[in-house]
């Protein structure tokens, strides 16, 4: 015969009254305080560095990043906007950050405008080639960085111009120099280039030697659109790795050594862009290709 199970069972094991409920609500206000607090704190300790952005005005691109204690280099007449930036959880943060010229109205740079509460600073280089000027900066915003971080200053420097120096490459034409350029537009971004946004690019070549080819080559590299924007239009590492070879050193991919181009598309999927850009750039091919001087 089967069984019923003994009514009285069920209520002697019955929670208490209102035991599901208190449950059910210390659950709510623990999810609700964590929320509250996500909220009050949302950057406490999560930003873990700082770096500079350098951004062109002309071009409106960022031509570079700049490390607490680095330098970076400008030309004569560059005007640039500096912006602050920290990696946290996953994202790039702006905290309010001041700034000031180590040689107030005497240097070589000049701040002609800042912004605390948007980061950044425009600069302009007012000075002649071959100086430099530290830029201080005071981050005042609490985004749980260690305090060796909290302040700092980075380097301007100005190129030298090149005319009357025999150690540096002499002057090359406004065409060459456009040619080079849009040679490293083509290599590095797989486009040609665009007459505004490579004006600053072009004047630097023009004016500089083989020293500054290498650094506008990693600038393009660093930049938002190598970094990301290229990606976007459905490019791979592999099509760029052939587009620098082709471009920049006049091989295709069936000239290179099979461990050389293996060991180059690595350091592409590891983000490295601008590490292979240089060692292209800084190559004795590279200068033969492109008729530049030591």
Not at 23 to 48: D, I, N, R
Not at 225 to 249: D, F, H, M, P, T
Request: glycine share 8%; proline share 3%; charged share 25%.
């Amino acid at each position: 015969m089967k069984e019923w199970p003994d009514p009285g069972y069920a209520v002697a094991n019955k929670p208490p009254r209102g035991l599901k409920e208190a449950t059910v609500t210390a659950k709510f206000w623990s999810w609700s305080c964590a929320a509250a607090l996500a909220v009050l704190f949302p950057l406490t300790l999560s930003a873990q560095s700082v770096q500079i952005q350098v951004k062109d005005l002309d071009s409106d691109e960022i031509i570079g990043t700049v490390q607490p204690g680095g330098s970076f280099t400008l030309s004569e007449g560059n005007r640039v906007r500096l912006i602050m930036t920290a990696q946290g959880r996953g994202r790039t943060l702006y905290p309010q950050t001041e700034y000031w010229e180590g040689q107030p109205n005497g240097g070589c740079v000049r701040i002609t405008r800042a912004s605390i509460e948007n980061a950044n600073a425009t600069v302009e280089a007012v000075g002649s080639g071959g100086r430099s000027e530290n830029i201080g900066y005071r981050i005042l915003e609490d985004i749980g960085l260690s305090n060796r971080w909290v302040e700092g200053s980075i380097t301007l420097r100005l190129e030298r111009s090149t005319s009357g120096q025999s150690q540096q490459a002499a002057a090359p034409s406004g065409s060459w120099a456009r040619d080079l350029t849009n040679t490293l537009y083509q290599g590095i971004l797989m486009r040609d280039l665009d007459e505004q946004g490579a004006r600053g690019y072009i004047d630097r070549i023009s004016r500089g030697d083989a020293r500054t080819v290498v650094q506008i080559a990693e600038e393009m590299a660093r930049s938002e659109e190598s970094r990301i924007r290229i990606y976007q239009r459905g490019v791979n590492n592999q099509q760029r790795l052939a587009a620098l070879y082709e471009n920049l050193l006049d091989l295709s991919s069936d000239d290179i050594d099979e461990e050389e181009w293996d060991d180059d598309l690595r350091r592409l999927n590891d983000g490295r862009i601008a590490e292979v850009v240089a060692d292209i750039v800084r190559s004795r091919r590279f200068r033969e290709v492109q008729d530049l001087d030591e």
